[in-house]
């Protein structure tokens, strides 16, 4: 969906500059950080809800009985119930547009989640009131910190019996030290959710259900000194328990926000809509804008600079009517009209964009225009891999998407010897898609590529995709690895010979070393001092 605002020039407007860098700071790019069933989905329709860039929950992520998602692609997908690709959403909310990427649910496909979080300039840490951190949400959140992206926890599902809201924020300075700064308290223990203090204004903002949650849920804003009238001793409590937390440093710092050390807090149910404006308005007044990016040599692009984006996700097969692959890019800088010919920096050649959309839920539309922080997808899009840099005019070149360290591996095998041609060129597809690493030997020779992935699903996938939309069946054999680590060219031979290892080469050129447990690759480490390995990113936090 494209803001319509945005589309003609008009006698006033000022010069180009000026207005990429007011466009540029009109936006917020964010994404949500969750573990599985935290309410990711639920949240993303409620937020798009309450922007009115949709009228009634569920068009975006259907759940049972609603209309289905543009992102059930895929028939596997659809029988398990799980939302595999990523698809950026963009509304206007008062005087800014909105972007949000959205990541797979499923653990295994985190290495698409990380990719995501590169494009993004904030996330939301979404976190389910009766269970606190969990799992994916920590190694998300570490991939948060590494990259300095500030973060905004919001403790969903207060309307259901759940924990104490000081026993959360205790959790998560405790486990992760990230200092929380409550912005919003509830009103109400976890389960009896009748509104929130606003700790910034003092006031009660009540809430009211509306039938089934699919609508906005309508609020009331009262005065402190009414409150205790209107919620009795839980106004109280909430005004104690503030109090406390003011005591205890636990008030907005924005300095600390934007370096990643502490973290506004909101209270939402995203099931009743209720605390969603307050997100929403959060996002707006306190989400940093997009500020340019630095490039390989560590210089700074700069928004107001000519046109520059980097891919961060190559998806292929969402229709199986024509067989299509779109990049997605994030605008780095500069403005981006469909029909510029841009270059791709790591082939040099041209690149025309007359088939830029936007992915809105299920609808796709052409995307005219696209400013710092926004997204476009660019359809036919063969030659673009994820971490490649778009640039009009003044040419840059960004820092590649780290690849994460898998810890599965498994034998390809074409199971048709007359689809050898298809072979060779799906698995050339899906490594430059991302969908897996492909790791080779002379040893296992060219009809033999190792499959790395970080999660299982990955290879299923990865095998679907070979079977129905590349005509080349495979079969898959697991290896019995665990980890992988960087290994030199020199020292190759010596760590091959190794039990339990096996040097494979990555299409890069880089080597790996496969090691069949952690303990093994120690144990490797302590007999031979001399030999460095290299790490990758690890996926495990
Ligand atoms: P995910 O994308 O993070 O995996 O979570 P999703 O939104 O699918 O939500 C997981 C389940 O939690 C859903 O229930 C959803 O309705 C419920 N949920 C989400 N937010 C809230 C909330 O604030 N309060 C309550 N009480 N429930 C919430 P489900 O039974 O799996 O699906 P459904 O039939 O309810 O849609």
Same mark, same amino acid.
């Given at each position: 969906?494209?803001?319509?605002?945005?589309?003609?020039?008009?006698?006033?407007?000022?010069?180009?500059?000026?207005?990429? #860098?007011?466009?540029?700071?009109?936006?917020?790019?964010?994404?949500?950080?969750?573990?599985?069933? =935290?309410?990711?989905?639920?949240?993303?329709?409620?937020?798009?809800?309450?922007?009115?860039?949709?009228?009634?929950?569920?068009?975006?992520?259907?759940?049972? !009985?609603?209309?289905?998602?543009?992102?059930?692609?895929?028939?596997?997908?659809?029988?398990?119930?799980?939302?595999?690709?990523?698809?950026?959403?963009?509304?206007?909310?008062?005087?800014?547009?909105?972007?949000?990427?959205?990541?797979?649910?499923?653990?295994?496909?985190?290495?698409?989640?990380?990719?995501?979080?590169?494009?993004?300039?904030?996330?939301?840490?979404?976190?389910?009131?009766?269970?606190?951190?969990?799992?994916?949400?920590?190694?998300?959140?570490?991939?948060?910190?590494?990259?300095?992206?500030?973060?905004?926890? &919001?403790?969903?599902?207060?309307?259901?019996?759940?924990?104490?809201?000081?026993?959360?924020?205790?959790?998560?300075?405790?486990?992760?030290?990230?200092?929380?700064?409550?912005?919003?308290?509830?009103?109400?223990?976890?389960?009896?959710?009748?509104?929130?203090?606003?700790?910034?204004?003092?006031?009660?903002?009540?809430?009211?259900?509306?039938?089934?949650?699919?609508?906005?849920?309508?609020?009331?804003?009262?005065?402190?000194?009414? =409150?205790?009238?209107?919620?009795?001793?839980?106004?109280?409590?909430?005004?104690?328990? *503030?109090?406390?937390? #003011?005591?205890?440093?636990?008030?907005?710092?924005?300095?600390?926000?934007?370096? !990643?050390?502490?973290?506004?807090?909101?209270?939402?149910?995203?099931?009743?809509?209720?605390?969603?404006?307050?997100?929403?308005?959060?996002?707006?007044?306190?989400?940093?804008?997009?500020? !340019? =990016?630095?490039?390989?040599?560590?210089?700074?692009?700069?928004?107001?600079?000519?046109?520059?984006?980097?891919?961060?996700?190559?998806?292929?097969?969402?229709? *199986?009517?024509?067989?299509?692959?779109?990049?997605?890019?994030?605008?780095?800088?500069?403005?981006?009209?469909?029909?510029?010919?841009?270059?791709?920096?790591?082939?040099?050649?041209?690149?025309?964009?007359?088939?830029?959309?936007?992915?809105?839920?299920?609808?796709?539309?052409?995307?005219?225009?696209?400013?710092?922080?926004?997204?476009?997808?660019?359809?036919?899009?063969?030659?673009?891999?994820?971490?490649?840099?778009?640039?009009?005019?003044?040419?840059?070149?960004?820092?590649?998407?780290?690849?994460?360290?898998?810890?599965?591996?498994?034998?390809?095998?074409?199971?048709?010897?007359?689809?050898?041609?298809?072979?060779?060129?799906?698995?050339?597809?899906?490594?430059?898609?991302?969908?897996?690493?492909?790791?080779?030997?002379?040893?296992?020779?060219?009809?033999?590529?190792?499959?790395?992935? &970080?999660?299982?699903?990955?290879?299923?996938?990865?095998?679907?995709?070979?079977?129905?939309?590349?005509?080349?069946?495979? *079969?898959?054999?697991?290896?019995?690895?665990?980890?992988?680590?960087?290994?030199?060219?020199?020292?190759?031979?010596?760590?091959?010979?190794?039990?339990?290892?096996?040097?494979?080469?990555?299409?890069? !050129?880089?080597?790996?070393?496969?090691? #069949?447990?952690?303990?093994?690759?120690?144990?490797?480490?302590?007999?031979?001092?001399?030999?460095?390995?290299?790490?990758?990113?690890?996926?495990?936090?």
């Amino acid at each position: 969906m494209t803001d319509n605002a945005l589309d003609t020039p008009t006698a006033t407007e000022p010069p180009k500059g000026d207005r990429v #860098s007011a466009e540029a700071a009109r936006r917020r790019t964010f994404a949500v950080i969750s573990h599985p069933d =935290a309410g990711k989905s639920t949240l993303t329709e409620a937020l798009a809800l309450h922007a009115r860039a949709i009228t009634e929950a569920g068009a975006i992520h259907g759940k049972a !009985g609603r209309r289905s998602t543009v992102s059930d692609w895929m028939e596997m997908e659809k029988a398990r119930g799980i939302s595999i690709t990523s698809t950026a959403l963009q509304f206007p909310y008062r005087d800014c547009v909105i972007n949000l990427l959205d990541t797979p649910g499923h653990a295994d496909f985190s290495e698409d989640t990380y990719r995501v979080l590169t494009a993004v300039d904030c996330a939301v840490m979404l976190i389910d009131a009766a269970k606190g951190l969990e799992p994916q949400t920590l190694k998300l959140f570490q991939v948060c910190k590494h990259r300095g992206i500030p973060i905004i926890t &919001v403790v969903n599902k207060w309307d259901r019996p759940g924990r104490h809201a000081l026993e959360l924020m205790d959790e998560i300075h405790e486990r992760i030290g990230l200092r929380t700064t409550p912005l919003t308290w509830p009103v109400g223990i976890a389960g009896d959710f009748q509104g929130v203090m606003d700790r910034r204004k003092g006031h009660f903002i009540r809430f009211t259900r509306t039938a089934g949650g699919a609508t906005i849920a309508p609020e009331e804003h009262i005065p402190a000194d009414a =409150a205790h009238d209107a919620a009795g001793v839980d106004w109280d409590t909430a005004v104690e328990e *503030s109090e406390l937390l #003011s005591a205890d440093g636990s008030d907005y710092d924005r300095e600390t926000f934007l370096g !990643g050390e502490s973290s506004p807090v909101l209270f939402t149910s995203a099931a009743l809509n209720f605390g969603v404006n307050q997100l929403l308005d959060v996002l707006v007044e306190l989400a940093p804008a997009p500020s !340019g =990016a630095l490039d390989v040599d560590g210089v700074r692009r700069a928004p107001n600079t000519p046109f520059s984006a980097f891919v961060f996700k190559v998806q292929a097969g969402m229709d *199986s009517a024509h067989r299509d692959r779109i990049a997605y890019a994030r605008v780095v800088s500069g403005t981006f009209e469909r029909g510029d010919v841009l270059t791709h920096a790591a082939t040099g050649k041209p690149f025309v964009t007359k088939y830029a959309q936007s992915v809105f839920g299920q609808q796709r539309s052409t995307l005219d225009d696209a400013w710092p922080g926004d997204v476009i997808g660019l359809a036919n899009a063969a030659a673009l891999r994820p971490g490649d840099t778009l640039y009009r005019d003044v040419p840059v070149v960004f820092p590649p998407i780290p690849s994460f360290s898998p810890e599965h591996f498994a034998v390809a095998r074409g199971t048709d010897p007359s689809k050898h041609k298809q072979f060779r060129r799906g698995i050339e597809q899906l490594e430059q898609e991302g969908v897996v690493q492909v790791l080779r030997s002379d040893k296992r020779g060219e009809q033999a590529p190792v499959f790395a992935a &970080v999660g299982p699903m990955q290879f299923e996938v990865a095998a679907h995709r070979m079977a129905t939309e590349l005509s080349a069946p495979i *079969s898959l054999e697991s290896l019995p690895y665990q980890v992988a680590r960087i290994v030199s060219p020199e020292d190759a031979d010596f760590v091959n010979r190794q039990v339990s290892a096996e040097v494979l080469t990555r299409t890069d !050129g880089v080597m790996l070393v496969l090691f #069949s447990t952690p303990w093994r690759l120690e144990g490797f480490q302590r007999d031979n001092p001399n030999i460095k390995l290299g790490s990758l990113v690890a996926a495990e936090g």
